[in-house]
């Protein structure tokens, strides 16, 4: 029995069409069909591009025809976060003022995938302007993970998760500012890396330097380490508007079969401040075992970043902050009015967010460089030993809509961003990965691991380590 092209990875996929054993348009077409059948359960498109798609599909078909040099994803089907541009196809943002919006170009890392033959088949849900930790807007509503869709799918590539867990499409790259690819990748059981910072340009105006803080970077998401590692192998290198960006140093793909008995890895669930539920914990120690078996040295630890959880919360918000009011400021240079006219058309988790919330001073901007300071030392000193550090992607599973938790293990947190263990990475700029680790009475858990600077390398190694131990491949939902 053939196999449906919507189980196969990105890799699989690419070799098939390479090899004429797949069409193309065959499997754009299955591709199509599988989310007209299943979105509605998860709601992880916005868009579909059902024309774009089927033509970009038949321009691959006859590339292969014609003999024509074959990208590294040729014919192989791609979805693209709603906050990124497709040239022709409208990017809403998760915002009714951008709902009939529609993009006159690619976004940079968009063009890549294209120019490797990747067929972009529509855009996945995201939280409006990307802000939040799970995925609603009011556009296209809520995303649920494939799991219970009555729970969040994490954000703010909620979407892209959801997209890749029921397997409407092989790659979806997110982004993230605070833990928008590692919770939704969480959440939904795949995986997704927050590279480097500059790895991936991100090319913004009319501030080009708005990635800086915190440090927001494209990422990887699919359902394997070898696909992410191939798309980020298409998506990274330099580029000249980007001030950040900087020049691809290896091919990613090699990592995912390099052995991984050299490494030296600390392990720490809570990243020595953050609460975890216990139940997480306990997947967690199961799943770090698989690293030992592999060969590496993991060594339970218990890092100094310097300030607990809620002060580099604080650190973070300060800075989010101002680079939300930003987004303002850029939308009235637009025509809009968010703080006035439009106020209304705004959700109003972003409006308590951002228009409700008192602007920080720059002293107090410059206080939380400081606590950024720290962590990065703090962080620093640990991968002067170790290569690796493990800890709990996210302190919790999923949960319902709308019921954030205000307490995990007992211990009381901020409910809107408390739970994540991402954002210290959003600080400094270090890699981090989520990897599926097991489940909770069902639902995803994940694993990050985070590495050094440019060393990226060494956490898919990692990663795929993991996978090949503890292959989490057919526990996503039918």
Known sequence: MVSSPTTLTAAGLARAIRDRERSPTAVVESVLERIRERNDRTNAFVTVTDELARETAAEAERAIADGEPLGPLHGVPVAVKDLDDVEGVRTTAGSLLFEDRVADSDSPFVARLKAAGAVVVGKTNTPEFGLGTTTD?????????????????????????????????????????????????????????????????????????????????????????????????????????????????????????????????AYSPDMGTYPVDPDVRDVLEDAVSALERAGATVDAVDPDLGHDDEAILDAYYTMATVRWQSLLDNL?????????????????????????????????????????????????????EYDLLVTATVGTTPFPHGEEPEAIDGVEIEP????????????????????????????????????????????????????????WHDEYPE
């Open 332 to 384: 009235e240079a637009e025509g809009f009015d968010p703080r006035g006219a439009d106020r209304d058309r705004l959700r109003p988790y972003l409006v308590d967010l951002v228009l409700e919330a008192d602007e920080p001073t720059t002293r107090e901007y410059k206080r939380a460089d400081v606590v950024r300071t720290d962590v990065f030392d703090g962080l620093q000193d640990l991968f002067a």
């Open 416 to 471: 809107l961003r408390g739970w994540v263990l991402t954002q210290p990475y959003n600080l400094t700029g270090h890699p981090a990965a989520s990897v599926p680790a097991g489940s909770v009475d069902g639902l995803p858990v994940g694993m990050q691991i985070a590495g050094r600077r440019h060393a990226d390398d060494d956490v898919l190694a990692a990663s795929a380590a993991v996978e090949r131990r503890r292959p």
């Open 137 to 265: 807007n009011r556009v296209a509503g809520p995303t649920g993970t494939p799991f219970d869709p009555d729970r969040v799918a994490g954000g703010s590539s909620g979407g892209a998760g959801a997209a890749l867990a029921d397997r409407l499409v092989p790659l979806a790259p997110g982004s993230d500012a605070g833990g928008s690819i590692r919770v939704p990748a969480s959440f939904c059981g795949v995986y997704g890396l927050k590279p480097t910072q500059g790895v991936i340009p991100n090319v913004s105006r009319p501030n080009g330097f708005a990635s800086h803080t915190p440090f927001a970077t494209t990422g990887p998401m699919a359902r394997t380490v070898e696909d992410a590692a191939l798309s980020l192998d298409v998506m990274a290198g330099i580029h000249p508007r980007d001030p950040f960006s900087v020049p691809k140093r290896n091919a990613y793909r090699d990592a995912v079969d390099r052995p991984v008995d050299e490494l030296q890895i």
